[in-house]
Structures are given as C-alpha cells and as structure tokens.
C-alpha cells in the first residue's frame, strides 16, 4: 500500500514538474483531443461559452462546457443589478461560482460587463430625493463599482467588457442615463478608471451590428480618438448576434479587418444565429425570404452547419487578430432568443455545427503571431 501510495506520489509530482515547465514556457498548452471544440480551437483562439448559474448547476450542461470550452463567461450573473444591486452592497456569489468552475475546468474567465444602460439598477442614476444625481454623484458611484469589482476579481478575470453597447445604428452615441448625465466622454472616462484599478487587464468595448457601417465607423472614431494619446482601450467585442445570412462572408471580413486596424485585439463575444428570421436553403445556398416562417427550412441543422463552418473559417483566417470566439449559450434551451442558434440542441446533443467547426478549427493551419491576451499563463 505504502509503495503505490508513494509511486503515485512520484507520478504527481512528475506531473507537477511538467505543468510547472508548461506554464513557465509562455503560451505552450497542454495537447488536447482535437476531437473537442476546445481541442481543436488551440493555436486559433480560446473558445468561450456564456453561461448562467442554471446552465452551471446543470451537471450535463456544465459538462459539455467543461469538455467543449477554455473560457466562460457570465450570461447575467457580473452585470450592475447582480454584482451591485444597493448601493456598496456587492453580490460576488454567483460570479464567484463561475470563477470557481473555471478554475478547476482550466477555463479563462471574460467579466461581462461593468457599463452597461441595460440591467443596470435605478438607484445608480437616481438620488434618495428620487431626482437625477449630478455628474459627480454618478462619477463617483462609477469609479465605487469598477473599483470594487476589478479589485474583487484581480488574477481571475483577465479579460472585461468595460462598455457595453453605447452606440446607435447610426453610429452616434446611444441617449442613455450614463450619456446624458455625463457626455460622450463617459465610455474612455469607464475604461480610465479600470485601467487605474488593474493595469493587468485587457480592456473591451463591445457591440452588436458591427457589421453596420455606419454603426462601426461610429465606434471605431470614437476607439481611435480615445486611442490618440495612449491605448485606453484595448479590445473590440464583436458580439456576433448574427443569422444564417448576415453578415455575408464579405461583410463579415471589412468588418474584423477594419477593427483590426484600429490596433485593438478582437474576440467575437456572442455568436448565435437566428433561425427565425426567414430564411431558407434553396439548394442554391441559403436565401433570404421576406416573411417566410420556419416551414420553410427544410434541414435547418444542415443550414447551420455549413454557416458555422463558413464563419469559423473566416475567424481561421483572422485569427492573428482574433483572441476569443464566444457563443451566447450551451444550448437552445438555455439561449436568451428562440429558435435554433446554438452548437448543441435543447437536449444537449452535439448538432452537426460542432463536427464541422472542429474539422474546420483542425484543418486551418495555427496562428502565427503570438500577440493576443496573456490569460495568466494558463493558455
Ligand atoms: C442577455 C441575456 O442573455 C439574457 O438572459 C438577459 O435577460 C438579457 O441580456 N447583449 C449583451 C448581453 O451584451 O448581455 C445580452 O444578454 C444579450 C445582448
């Protein structure tokens, strides 16, 4: 008994020199199976995966993620009106649940995110005379919460959304509490601030229809002027609510490329596809169809493969700016829209997507820069 007990002891610490030699090295990850979506994406980009506290106390829903994903990210649970709901009384708990798994999962955590004018408590903009509170009253409540969760989180999430969703279609700056009470400057004064707590930390503003040009030359003046001096921000999240058409593979390259040339980092931060939206495959590829409904998908999964393989190609071939590829979701039964988005279906079988997104992740020849965010040395 004592012999094996102490062969094994060898066999651990064998083991520990090795992880020890693995992280001391830079960026060398352990091999995986190529046949996991996490696997597969090594030597492109981390593969991440949102999820909320039900999908993690979910044994088969938190497996998959184990199985498929190197980093998370919470669905809801590091927003304002979960993390902050009064004032000073902060709710780390179910952030920390996420970290925690995570942790023993070797998954990098992306914190989503701290600016947003959506679930963001009433309290923040108001005063106890119920009147709107001045510039410094909500400056200073900005810089309590970033201060407070940055310092919570410090060595745990490498990666954060510091502004969410700030600007119109139009690419003008969206009329929110946070813009009127404090002006256009309130999304660099944000990721200030951050910066001012963890210099260690990659700094994201993200955004859906990217793909808008008006919409990301908007935010891309805006990255590149907050950018003049010194890099305030770091990161464009792309978050990728896309459908089976849109953007088409042309749209979808100016779009990385031109966010690409802002010099910021890039990670696609909430793939799904919306199959509701009235499409259908004619043989000839897939089609838009101005009011058809779902009837007219014949083989939806087939369309869906073949969309996820095309834009994972194109992330392949971005990939020396693209750090992260997230879906919003493990499955349709846990995505935030309805229809048929995600990778795995509502009973958590693996759909087609995944075999041919890994074949496209094996088949792309690896990165060849070695830029990207340092997650701590675990990746
Ligand atoms: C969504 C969540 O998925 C839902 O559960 C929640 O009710 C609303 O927010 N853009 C974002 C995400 O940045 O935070 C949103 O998540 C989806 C759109």
Not at 60 to 76: D, G, M, P, Q
Not at 124 to 143: I, S
Request: proline share 3%; glycine share 8%; aromatic share 8%.
């Amino acid at each position: 008994m004592k012999r094996k007990h102490s062969f094994a002891a060898i066999l651990s610490a064998i083991g520990m020199a090795a992880l020890a030699v693995a992280c001391s090295s830079g960026n060398t990850a352990a091999p995986e199976s190529t046949d996991t979506l996490r696997g597969a994406s090594q030597g492109h980009f981390q593969i991440g995966v949102a999820l909320p506290t039900r999908a993690l106390n979910n044994k088969e829903a938190s497996a998959i993620a184990a199985k498929h994903f190197n980093r998370v990210v919470a669905e809801n649970e590091m927003k304002w009106d979960t993390i902050e709901p009064q004032e000073g009384k902060f709710n780390f708990a179910p952030g920390d649940q996420l970290v925690a798994f995570a942790q023993k999962n070797g998954m990098a955590v992306h914190g989503h995110c701290l600016v947003w004018h959506s679930q963001t408590p009433a309290w923040v903009f108001r005063g106890e005379d119920g009147k709107q509170v001045t510039k410094e009253v909500l400056l200073k409540r900005l810089k309590n919460h970033i201060t407070a969760v940055l310092t919570h989180y410090k060595g745990k999430v490498a990666t954060w959304d510091v502004v969410n969703e700030a600007f119109n279609d139009d690419g003008t700056l969206r009329r929110s509490q946070w813009s009127n009470i404090l002006g256009p400057d309130f999304i660099k004064t944000a990721f200030e601030m951050a910066r001012e707590v963890d210099p260690d930390i990659t700094l994201i503003y993200n955004d859906y229809s990217m793909p808008n040009d008006s919409k990301r030359a908007g935010i891309i003046k805006y990255i590149n002027e907050a950018n003049k001096d010194k890099k305030v921000i770091d990161g464009i999240g792309l978050q990728g609510h896309w459908d089976l058409n849109y953007p088409n593979a042309e749209l979808a390259e100016r779009t990385i490329k031109e966010c690409a040339a802002t010099g910021c980092r890039l990670v696609v931060s909430e793939l799904d596809l919306n199959t509701n939206r009235g499409f259908r495959n004619s043989g000839r590829g897939l089609e838009r169809v101005e009011g058809a409904n779902d009837a007219n998908i014949s083989d939806m999964n087939r369309a869906l493969r073949d969309r996820y393989a095309e834009i994972f190609k194109i992330f392949c071939k971005y990939q020396d700016s693209i750090d992260a590829v997230t879906v919003w979701g493990i499955a349709d039964n846990y995505s935030w829209i309805r229809g048929e988005p995600l990778l795995f279906d509502s009973k958590l079988q693996a759909k087609p997507a995944v075999d041919a997104v890994i074949k496209v992740l094996n088949e792309a020849p690896k990165k060849k820069s070695d830029k990207g965010f340092d997650f701590f040395g675990l990746f």
